[in-house]
């Protein structure tokens, strides 16, 4: 079974910057596509960024040229660096993992941008 574990949120203020990582287990890991959501109160869960086998990105409107997502197959990790944030970026961010035949969600982290 594949376990996802996000780490690095927090309280930030506006305009201040955020690293998210996700460690996941499993050898699966280097030839998934691995993603960033994000689920605001009231909200519905929502695509941040996505970064495939080979390196290319994919990122919503709302955050391109602030966003990036990158990967470390050697370490299992994905990460989301997050700069110039917004008051709406606050939400609880989830790492998603999918191999084709299965995808699995970390527990999330919360992430608020507040002054």
């Known amino acids: 079974q594949v376990q996802v574990v996000e780490s690095g949120g927090g309280l930030v203020q506006p305009g201040g910057s955020l690293t998210l990582s996700c460690a996941a287990s499993g050898r699966i890991f280097s030839t998934s596509i691995l993603g960033w959501y994000r689920q605001a109160p009231g909200k519905q869960r929502e695509l941040v960024a996505t970064?495939?086998?080979?390196?290319?990105?994919n990122y919503a409107d709302s955050v391109k040229g602030r966003f990036t997502i990158s990967r470390d197959n050697a370490k299992n990790t994905v990460y989301l660096q997050m700069n110039s944030l917004k008051p709406e970026d606050t939400a609880v961010y989830y790492c998603?993992?999918?191999w084709g035949v299965g995808t699995a969600w970390g527990q999330g982290t919360q992430v608020t941008v507040s002054s």
């Open positions: 970064i495939n086998r080979g390196a290319n990105t």
């Open positions: 998603n993992i999918n």
